[in-house]
């Protein structure tokens, strides 16, 4: 795009309005209208002058009507033709219309897109891709195995991913671990939630499936095992461990079934 420096340096207004640039010139000149008010003012002011020159040459008698006329260091001759700024800014302010009007469309879509997706947890990635897609809130938390002041967590297998293959038959989620802390003596004191990977289910507590986490009380261990049946649409899930009374993790994981 042309910029102010070479606008000046060049007399690019004044040559633009008599044909004397090239073709190039002319293009970069009507992008940086298109961005620039100041300029545009400027090209309809220079072409008031241009008209009072060429008023004044078409007035002169004799043998000074086949001359240029000088002012203000632009030439002109009264038959020299020229481009009507007038003309060119109303197209502009069309051209200026019709983008914006397209700009609008865009925007106004784009924002009915997000607000559909927000209220109905729709999404324009297809539906195999967002079933395998993280919960960001969720995974801020994944990397500590504390998930409160006074517990902690120790699953049995390595990692806290789990992984099941759908093989045509039921599908068998097995877990199993301590959890150590200062917890009351009462049945079952621990729940395993499983969640799917949409953030808004996470905030409003909405669960697939909850099981009790039956166990062993051993001092200030407890000793549990899970052996459960699923029955779960392909995708990523994750799974947490609660305290029966209180909702706030000790422990979260993911599962991956495929």
């Known amino acids: 795009m042309m910029d102010h420096h070479k606008i000046k340096k060049f007399n ?10 090239s073709d190039a010139d002319m293009d970069a000149f009507e992008e940086h209208l298109l961005f620039c008010g100041k300029c545009r003012d400027e090209l309809v002011q220079m072409e008031k002058i241009v008209e009072a020159i060429r008023v004044a040459a078409a007035n002169e008698e004799g043998e000074k009507l ?76 994944i990397s500590d195995n504390v998930r409160a002041d006074s517990f902690s967590v120790k699953l ?20 199993s671990g301590q959890i150590f802390g200062d917890f ?16 808004s289910d996470y905030l409003d507590d909405r669960y697939v499936v909850v099981f009790p986490l039956e166990g062993v009380s051993h001092s ?29 993790p000790l422990y979260i994981g993911r599962i991956f079934i495929k």
């Open 12 to 21: 690019i207004v004044e040559g633009y309005l008599l044909q004397h640039l």
């Open 66 to 141: 086949n001359n240029p006329v000088k002012i203000d260091s632009i030439n002109i001759a009264k038959d020299q033709p020229t481009i009507k700024a007038s003309q060119f800014l109303r197209k502009l302010s069309m051209n200026q219309m019709t983008f914006m009007s397209i700009a609008a469309v865009i925007v106004i879509t784009f924002i009915g897109i997000v607000l559909i997706n927000r209220n109905t947890g729709l999404n324009i990635i297809d539906d195999q891709t967002q079933r395998f897609l993280l919960n960001p809130i969720l995974e801020e938390f």
């Open 156 to 175: 049995d297998h390595s990692h806290r991913d789990i992984h099941i293959a759908d093989i045509g038959g039921t599908l068998e989620l097995a877990l």
């Open 220 to 248: 200030n261990a407890y000793q549990f095992k899970l052996h459960e049946s699923l029955n779960l649409p392909h995708g990523l899930y994750y799974y947490t461990i609660e305290m029966t009374n209180d909702d706030d």
């Open 184 to 199: 009351t003596e009462q049945e079952d004191p621990f729940i395993l939630k499983i969640l799917s990977n949409l953030e």
